[in-house]
């Protein structure tokens, strides 16, 4: 088996709300999560989920900008969460972020000039300003770009699909080995969105992993290589995106990807659906499968405890349901 | 998606409106010259990448533009009425009333402050009066200066309590602060305020798109409700043509300020006409199959000096001579779908031919 780039290991965040009196109550935003990228090759790794998922808040703790309530992100064999400052200074370098809002990460003042220069003078990149001149024209190249066109501009006279390429080319001047892009796209034109897309692709083939969060599972399909489906906090499905989007088991799973609109007006969604008030507003079910009160097959043997991971198909492709337990099927069909 | 929505009522009638904001080097053309209709009961998409004008045109119709930006010209019709000669009262008047408005991000625009239902009875208390005059005419118009009957508090709550069941709210949200609500919830709780007056016309400004796509599809429902039984008229801001495919009956796609096409859902999405309109179907990611992402580049023109002749010359595939210079001119090229592109050229009879199908032939 190949070395690990970075092992999520029983990942588990609880947020704590206080309320009016003194009154608490925990929040799981990710419960006992596992997820392994490999040293190589390079992958795009898919977080996909709607909002209060713990997409981003798995984001938040691979960049550590939150601590875990328990579990450990071990990346090259170093467990981040007892990591030395010289080992940490090295993480930060070696993990970059592209956010969602290609508008709030820019200073307005600044002109794009500013963020290479800060990058550079960071982390050191550059011994000399032509040197850093040529660091700079390469790495916009690589996301389609020419300094002349961009640098002595101020961010808002630029596109959105500018300024989130223009990030990942400072992503990639530092020459990470892993990239955490959290909705790189969700902002950014349908038809601008390609050119993300395909720096993404290009990037991964340059030996630069993704783990790339997002809620639109079309973009996911177009270039991710595995994909992992949270439902609040705990993996719903994981597997090869091809396989967990073409045959979805997961019930969940199922009626997210039923539920993208096909760009086909003669393909309409079928029936209606209604949400359970207390699931929308998330303070329900804190024990057992977290979509039991959605769930058109539940049982009462959801309530009892939280499914594991069941192979449904072809290799790594498992869901966490009861529905697929070899041993239950099994007893039924027997 | 009916087929009978071309011979309903226009109730919107927007003619040549430029809106254009103003900038210490010239003006910006962010909409130059757009005339649409809507019709009764019709759900109409406004697509185009941001930046295109389509939002400034929806505050435009809802003459909501402030300050660098300003109307230049146009005319908008609603119901017969000239909203651009109104003042400001009988404008403050005719919102919310006649025209409402589902703003972008309407999850954000709530008041964290006021609880659900003070936020909807603040609407229906500030235009009760033009409410019940607009009521009192669609019934006959017997109201012969009365002063307008104010709701009691009790009627109030009941009508609260109404409009939030029927866009699938539980009651107990009545008294929740907008962050005790979901972003759909939310959505949906605008949705219950614009419908709370019976307007004619709903405009809702990208009111779908920070939602997931399951909440996503449950507002997309109670929107298609408020079409279907309260056959309100909608202009649909977007950019998620899936959505648009299942919403939509009819489509505008926009361009740098310009309509470049209207077409129904159906033509827009099996022979779209204008090389944008093919761009925007074709750049719609699929579920179905794996294909080579299709990269475009967004060169567009100085948006204070629009090119002579067609406005999407610089992003073209299929740019000809002719394109340079004049500016090609809206025209059906079969029922129901209408494009401003000089590769569509009208026959002796009347078709429409692509000019590409003759050069290929001769």
Known sequence: MSEML???????KVYTQRGAGGSKRQVVALQDFNLEIAESPATITTIAGESGSGKSTLANVV???????????????????RATPSQQKR?????????????????PFYRIQHVFDMVIRNFGLAKSKSEAREMIEQALNVVGLHGQDVLRKYPHQLSGGQRQRIMM??????KPRLIVADEPVSMVDASLRAAILDVMMRLRDDGISFLYITHDLSTAYQIGDRIFILYQGTIAETGNTVDVIGEPRHPYVQLLIDSVPEPDPNIQWEGTIELPPDEEMRTSQNSGCRFYPRCPHRHDRCLTASPPLYPVGKAGHVASCYLYDEAEVGAVQG | MTDNNTQNRTVLDVKDLRVYYET????????DGISFTLREGEILGLVGESGCGKSTAAMGVLQLISPPGRIVSGEINLDGTDLLGLTTEQLRQMRWSRLALIPQG????????????????DVIRQHEKAAMVNLASKNGGNDDGKPAQRMSRAELKTRILELLQWVGLPERIYSMYPHELSGGMKQRACIAMAIALNPSVIIADESTSALDVVVQRVVAQTMLKVKLELGVSMIMIGHDMGLMAQMADRIVVMYAGNIVEIATVEHMFKNPGHPYTQLLIESVPSLKERKPLKITEGI??????????????????FVMDRCHTEKPL??????GQEVACHLYEEQADGSYIDVRDVVEHS
Do not use: W
């Not at chain 1, 970075?6 to 588990?12: D, F, G, P």
């Not at chain 1, 993480?91 to 990460?105: I, K, L, S």
């Open chain 2, 106 to 121: 309407a999850m954000n625009s709530l008041n964290p402050t006021m609880k659900i239902h003070q936020q909807i009875a």
């Open chain 1, 63 to 81: 960049l550590g900008f939150t601590p875990l309530s328990s579990g450990q992100i071990v990346f090259e064999g170093t467990d981040m969460t």
């Open chain 1, 91 to 107: 993480y930060r370098r070696e993990v970059q972020a592209v956010f969602q809002d290609p508008f709030g990460v820019y200073n």
């Open chain 1, 169 to 174: 080319a400072r992503a990639y001047m530092v």
């Open chain 2, 300 to 317: 567009t023109h100085d948006p204070r000096n629009p090119p002579p002749g067609c406005i999407f010359q610089l992003r073209c595939p």
């Open chain 2, 330 to 335: 809206r025209q059906e090229i079969r029922p």
């Open chain 1, 6 to 12: 970075l092992s999520i290991r029983n990942a588990t």
């Open chain 2, 24 to 31: 210490p080097r010239g003006d910006v053309k962010a909409v």
